[in-house]
């Protein structure tokens, strides 16, 4: 069974406006954390947002939200007031653990968001 | 301050051939990943180092990889006899040390794009 889950491969959102990335996850483990990334073009990996499984409040970074709904095991990236540099694929990640004893993220497939004028 | 820095950017070989990929974390950090990304798909896990501790290699896919971290920093990930299904962008990323509570989040590396003949 896949462990995180993005349904979309692709998404376009209008400059200025608002999107949501989806992503939900499996694990049996009271004790998670949940992660974004975001892969331009380029090529590298940068951190957007995190959420762990204890936070009770959802965690916001800028612009940038997560949607945190424990009993649906979803946690789905708000992006508000899309620029065009938001244009890259999005990851959703989640590490498992009570003492992060391995810490190793797993990834889903992603999303790729394009961005228009 | 410096990123996690990775070399050689852009690795071609031919089949059967031995390649090694080296990794310098962000200094500091104890902790190190190395990922793999084929084209167009997420980030695969393959080795974790935290410390001095054993390392955790579940997500090595064969006996042709292994990864070493000297004096807890720089790590080689060696890949012998490689083969075509290698072919992949190899990240590497660190972290502080995992706990409890933080995120912790991975700083990653620009990676290393092996390409196998």
């Known amino acids: 069974a896949q462990k995180i889950t993005q349904t979309q491969p692709g998404m376009f959102v209008q400059e200025k406006e608002a999107v949501t990335l989806d992503c939900t996850y499996d694990t049996s483990d009271p004790s998670y954390g949940l992660f974004w990334y975001k892969q331009p073009s380029s090529g590298e990996m940068i951190f957007l947002i995190y959420?762990?499984?204890?936070?009770?409040q959802n965690a916001t970074e800028g612009r940038y939200s997560l949607n945190f709904q424990k009993a649906r095991k979803s946690a789905n990236l708000v992006i508000s007031a899309s620029q065009l540099g938001d244009s890259a694929m999005y990851f959703c990640?989640?590490?498992?653990?009570?003492?992060?004893?391995?810490?190793?993220?797993?990834f889903g497939t992603g999303t790729l968001l394009a961005v228009q004028p | 301050g410096a990123g996690v820095s990775q070399s050689p950017s852009n690795k071609v070989t031919e089949k059967g051939k031995d390649v090694e990929l080296r990794c310098d974390p962000i200094?500091?950090?104890?902790?190190l990943y190395w990922y793999r990304q084929s084209l167009g798909q997420g980030l695969e896990f393959l080795i974790y180092f935290q410390g001095n501790s054993a390392p955790d290699k579940s997500g090595l896919p064969s006996d042709r990889f292994s990864a070493e971290r000297t004096g807890g920093s720089v790590s080689t990930l060696t890949i012998q006899r490689t083969q075509q299904e290698d072919s992949a962008v190899y990240l590497c990323a660190s972290s502080l040390a995992p706990d409890r509570g933080g995120g912790n989040e991975q700083f990653f590396g620009p990676g290393t794009r092996l390409t196998v003949l």
């Open positions: 200094s500091g950090h104890t902790a």
């Open positions: 959420q762990g499984s204890y936070d009770q």
């Open positions: 990640a989640m590490r498992e653990g009570i003492d992060g004893a391995t810490n190793k993220l797993i």
